[in-house]
């Protein structure tokens, strides 16, 4: 009879990977947060921000790919992850402002049309 051991050892790249496997959003979250509180200390442009992101995002994705699965891979994710959450959240930020204007607009024309329709 033979006995099967199915287990990692305790300390390494195993417990390294499983902790970033548990928490590879939590921790994108984390770096996009550190990210932008230093963006609001520092003040860069915020076209150079967004370009340097994007890039930062093509590199992490394109190197997927090439990159074995492991602590590497798995820091490639958080890293673009990141990445994507600085690009995206602004975006989506500036997409609800529009919205919002636009609706402002469109409400101000409709009152200005109602009340040129009453006037006549």
Partial sequence: MQIVIDEEPPHGHATWRRVLLGRR???AVLLAAAEAVLLLVLRPAFL???LGAAVLLAVAVGLL?????GIGRDLLLVVGGAQA?????PLALGFGVLVAVLAGVLLLAGLVFVAVAKRR
Wanted: net charge positive; aromatic share 6%.
């Fill in 85 to 89: 959450i600085v690009i995206g959240v």
């Fill in 48 to 50: 150079w921000v967004l």
């Fill in 65 to 69: 790919s090439r990159v074995p699965g």
């Fill in 25 to 27: 959003l939590l921790l």
